[in-house]
């Protein structure tokens, strides 16, 4: 059974910088895909980022150019490197391996002055 865990989150201004990790346990972790989702208080949870089982990065249009995503296969971890962040950024930040329902309990991202 896959089971993640996030971490990393925390308070920070707008325009500082988080590094948020996922650790994944179980499972085959380098064989496939893993995303990054986000949700804020009220809304749908909402893709982020995700990175190919060979390191590809892929990002939703917000985070391109603030967000790094990458994994390290031996480590079974993947992070997001979050810069250049906004007061829109605050949500619940969420890792899971791609097209699977194994969530973790998420880390809290809050950007406010």
């Known amino acids: 059974q896959v089971q993640v865990a996030e971490s990393g989150g925390g308070l920070v201004q707008p325009g500082g910088s988080l590094r948020l990790t996922c650790v994944v346990s179980?499972?085959?972790?380098?064989?496939?895909?893993m995303d990054w989702y986000r949700q804020a208080p009220g809304k749908e949870r909402e893709w982020v980022a995700s990175?190919?089982?060979?390191?590809?990065?892929l990002y939703t249009e917000s985070a391109k150019g603030r967000f790094t995503i990458s994994r390290d296969n031996a480590k079974n971890t993947v992070t997001l490197q979050m810069g250049w962040l906004r007061p829109e950024d605050t949500a619940v930040y969420y890792c899971?391996?791609?097209?699977?329902?194994?969530w973790g309990g998420g880390t809290q991202v809050t950007v406010s002055s």
């Open positions: 899971r391996p791609t097209r699977t329902t194994a």
């Open positions: 990175v190919t089982s060979g390191g590809c990065p």
């Open positions: 179980g499972g085959n972790f380098s064989a496939g895909a």
